[in-house]
């Protein structure tokens, strides 16, 4: 079921950045001729609006190509009925010819997830800017104003959340997966907005003083990390996922004072290096899925289950916002590194394939390719190589999918709309 082509557009930007014109425009053609929007099946709606939505939203702002523009705005349109629940919460899947909504049948109670509803914002006021039509910044904003309402426990942010008593299912809280983006997006939507989103700044900055003080931890070897917290228990691990936020909290140091920003630009890079560490002790020097602190193993996946590398990019993301924020070599080096793993160990015959254990050698291959791998992994390590002003930080936020979306600098038009 669900859409196709996501690998074709998830590269899109990638290869018009690469300057890879033909094959550029092979993907424009396909996208034209071949892109089935009424597909039945289940789709996500996170997925679908990162991947697809995003992907087509970059390609318009990159290239002005309208095509790109319609198709994102035909397919927002079709995410909408997901929204239609007693909080305005939407559920996590959407059949895209139907409209029909449901929740994954693995969320319990029938929740929704804070890092799939708490990742629209970016995508929908482009596509209110872009349609005329209110109705994509009405739903986001709506989702801001439930959670804002909301009692948090400790000022941090649970996982799950039904859409129908709009209350905490679980008190999950990650800054990896089920988490993740939320943050990312908070502070992303202050920096798209030209900074005058005040309101996701304040949401952002409450919620990152919540993680510092009761998640993350520094542990007996020296290393910092995020740790997971079930119910008011510390697990102490750090997903892949979890390791966009040296990146992210590099992305957001700037708004406080000279003190402040210095305090947040040490921590980013301390996690940082704690991911890059998770690294650096594999045989493969590719990252596992997770890794643990305790008992005298640090930044090492312990479990069997935990020692994949789906070709992930979020430790690259950080070297990425590490190095056009602090210019420190190490970031490109440590890029360098991991281009040389993948050639080594990831590449085979059509591709590049992630592997099963990043602690055994030869690995043994799980012969998929993610689409994220051309979308992010590829374009962070190929724009940490680039000169600044190549989709420079003043002009562009990356999407969690790190597709570039175009600052709003138009700001007396924004006003006017009443979005800040």
């Known amino acids: 079921g669900g859409l196709r082509g996501a690998t074709i557009l998830d590269a899109l930007d990638t290869l018009y950045i690469m300057e890879l014109a033909e094959e550029f425009q092979e993907a424009k053609s396909w996208v034209e001729k071949s892109f089935d929007l009424n597909v039945n099946g289940e789709a996500s709606l996170f997925e679908v609006n990162?991947?697809?939505?995003?992907?087509?939203?970059?390609?318009?702002?990159?290239?002005?190509?309208?095509?790109?523009?319609?198709k994102a705005l035909e397919l927002g349109e079709k995410l909408l009925p997901a929204f239609n629940t007693p909080t305005g919460i939407p559920r996590g899947v959407i059949n895209l010819g139907s409209g029909m909504s449901w929740s994954w049948g693995w969320a319990s109670a029938g929740s929704s997830i804070l890092a799939e509803f708490g990742t629209l914002h970016l995508e929908f006021l482009h596509l209110t800017e872009l349609s005329g039509n209110p109705v994509f910044t009405e739903k986001v904003m709506n989702i801001r104003k439930v959670l804002n309402?909301?009692?948090?426990?400790?000022?941090?942010?649970?996982?799950?959340?039904?859409?129908?008593?709009?209350?905490?299912?679980?008190?999950?809280?990650?800054?990896?997966?089920?988490?993740?983006?939320?943050?990312?997006?908070?502070?992303k939507s202050w920096l798209m907005s030209d900074k005058r989103d005040d309101g996701a700044?304040?949401?952002?900055?409450?919620?990152?003083?919540?993680?510092?003080?009761?998640?993350?931890?520094?542990?007996?070897?020296g290393l910092t990390y995020i740790a997971e917290w079930r119910g008011g228990i510390l697990d102490h691990k750090m997903g892949h996922l979890a390791c966009f936020s040296g990146g992210m909290i590099a992305l957001g140091a700037e708004q406080g004072?000279?003190?402040?920003?210095?305090?947040?630009?040490?921590?980013?890079a301390a996690i940082t290096h704690t991911c890059h560490e998770s690294y650096a002790r594999s045989d493969?020097?590719?990252?596992?899925?997770?890794?643990?602190f305790d008992s005298g193993s640090e930044?090492?996946?312990?479990?069997?289950?935990?020692?994949?590398?789906?070709?992930?990019?979020?430790?690259?993301?950080?070297?990425?916002?590490?190095?056009?924020?602090t210019h420190d070599p190490k970031y490109r080096q440590w890029g360098w590194e991991v281009v040389k793993a993948l050639e080594k160990y990831c590449r085979v015959e059509a591709g590049f394939s992630g592997i099963r254990d990043v602690y055994t050698i030869?690995?043994?291959?799980?012969?998929?390719?993610?689409?994220?791998?051309?979308?992010?992994?590829?374009?962070?390590?190929?724009?940490?190589?680039?000169?600044?002003?190549?989709?420079?930080?003043?002009?562009?936020?990356?999407?969690?999918?790190?597709?570039?979306?175009?600052?709003?600098?138009?700001?007396?038009?924004?006003?006017?709309?009443?979005?800040?």
């Open 284 to 292: 493969t020097k590719l990252g596992p899925e997770a890794f643990r």
């Open 149 to 187: 309402r909301l009692e948090k426990p400790q000022g941090l942010y649970p996982n799950f959340l039904s859409p129908v008593t709009g209350n905490w299912v679980q008190h999950h809280v990650s800054v990896g997966g089920l988490g993740d983006s939320f943050y990312e997006y908070l502070v």
């Open 299 to 325: 930044a090492t996946a312990t479990r069997l289950s935990e020692r994949y590398y789906i070709l992930r990019p979020e430790v690259v993301e950080s070297y990425l916002y590490m190095w056009r924020l």
């Open 201 to 221: 700044r304040k949401m952002y900055n409450d919620a990152l003083e919540a993680i510092e003080k009761h998640l993350v931890k520094k542990s007996a070897g």
């Open 362 to 420: 030869p690995p043994n291959h799980d012969n998929m390719q993610q689409s994220f791998f051309l979308a992010e992994t590829l374009k962070y390590l190929y724009l940490l190589f680039c000169e600044d002003d190549v989709l420079s930080l003043e002009d562009w936020v990356f999407n969690t999918e790190a597709h570039p979306l175009p600052v709003n600098h138009t700001s007396v038009e924004a006003k006017a709309n009443g979005f800040y």
């Open 50 to 70: 990162i991947r697809y939505v995003g992907g087509l939203l970059a390609a318009y702002y990159l290239t002005g190509e309208e095509v790109f523009r319609s």
């Open 257 to 268: 004072g000279e003190e402040k920003k210095q305090h947040y630009l040490d921590l980013a």
